[in-house]
């Protein structure tokens, strides 16, 4: 039994356990393309776990993320749809709650919802590059040693603001 599975029976109404379950049968469906049988059981548990966390926590932060993967990264002919993605990013960032320093929980899905924003607005059809910059900029401002955003995200972004792909 995995952890997820563990915690899914244990707390069957922890919608965070639904998404990164979700998460993981997403991943082994990305992987599994030459098997479709393989791949379409994987998806249909993918979709039953997002759509459970969905009814437990809809404006859960991780839930959202997870819920847009597909459309950020499917082709439009698999359901991708990376303006569906930034409305879910969006939901997740005004979901996310304020920053709360003296908290001992750790803050989540502020950083997150403004480094995928980016990066589906560097992506869309017509990008917006410089809305880009700035919600990359904005995601390490609160995560200033965020590997991705700062040595891969943002190198992309400057790069197109220069001109080049």
């Known amino acids: 039994m995995s952890t997820l599975d563990s915690s899914i029976r244990k707390k069957s109404d922890f919608a965070d356990a639904y998404a990164g379950d979700a998460a993981v049968h997403g991943l082994i469906a990305a992987y599994s393309l030459s098997d479709p049988a393989v791949m379409n059981h994987e ?12 009814e437990l926590d809809p404006g859960n932060p991780r839930v959202l993320w997870i819920e847009a993967v597909p459309y950020a ?16 990013y969006q939901r997740m960032l005004e ?51 965020w590997h991705y955003v700062r040595d891969v995200l943002m190198p992309n972004i400057e790069a197109r603001q220069r001109g080049k792909e």
């Open 95 to 145: 979901n996310a709650g304020p920053l709360e320093p003296d908290s001992p929980l750790p803050d989540w899905g502020r950083a997150e919802a403004l480094m995928s924003l980016a990066n589906a607005n560097l992506v869309k059809p017509l990008p917006d590059v410089q809305r880009a910059a700035e919600e990359a900029r904005a995601a390490l401002r609160l995560e200033p040693e």
């Open 43 to 54: 998806v249909e548990t993918f979709q039953s776990r997002i759509r459970r966390a969905l």
């Open 73 to 88: 990264v499917l082709p439009k002919e698999r359901g991708g749809d990376v303006a569906k993605a930034i409305e879910l």
